[in-house]
């Protein structure tokens, strides 16, 4: 007896065909990469990145990219730093070294949840907790 093997294709071939992926297959596709969305300003001087997936050693660069871009907006008026840790699914050093570092960059630095467990758990371990601003939330941290 024969079976017949298929691989999965990619999205793009899916949809080339006309099937639309699986909301599975967007979710897994989704979280598995990173990334970096700066929120619309809001007039108050305050520059809000959010960030989400898996950030490693080797996937930070969109959020170092992110913070170079956030240090050329101070000089134009930004006076207020956020960063949205809510969506991020996997952390390591290489996250926790740009959050530092960001701290001593700019003065009001806050990191804004609610923080994952894992990602909690990793700035309890390695003590960037206690030298880290963190808030609840976004709109806490505005208003601090």
Same mark, same amino acid.
Do not use: H, K, N, Y
């Given at each position: 007896?024969?079976?017949?093997?298929?691989?999965?294709?990619? #999205?793009? /071939?899916?949809?080339? =065909?006309?099937?639309?992926?699986t909301y599975g297959a967007w979710l897994a596709s989704t979280l598995g990469g990173?990334?970096?969305?700066?929120?619309?300003?809001?007039?108050?001087?305050?520059?809000?990145?959010v960030i989400a997936g898996e950030f490693d050693s080797r996937?930070?660069?969109p959020f170092r990219r992110a913070l170079?871009?956030?240090?050329?907006? #101070?000089? /134009?008026?930004?006076? =207020?730093?956020?960063?949205?840790?809510?969506?991020?699914v996997y952390a390591d050093s290489g996250l926790i070294r740009l959050l530092v570092q960001a701290h001593h960059r700019f003065p009001r630095f806050t990191v804004a949840?609610?923080?994952p467990p894992q990602l909690?758990?990793?700035?309890?371990?390695?003590g960037a907790a206690a030298i880290l601003r963190i808030a609840p939330d976004v709109e806490t941290a505005r208003r601090a």
């Open positions: 007896m024969r079976f017949s093997f298929r691989s999965r294709s990619s #999205r793009a /071939a899916r949809l080339r =065909r006309g099937r639309r992926p990173t990334g970096v969305t700066r929120l619309p300003d809001r007039g108050d001087g305050t520059l809000v990145l996937t930070v660069a170079a871009d956030a240090a050329d907006a #101070r000089s /134009a008026g930004t006076v =207020r730093t956020i960063i949205d840790v809510s969506g991020v949840g609610p923080l909690c758990r990793l700035l309890e371990l390695s």
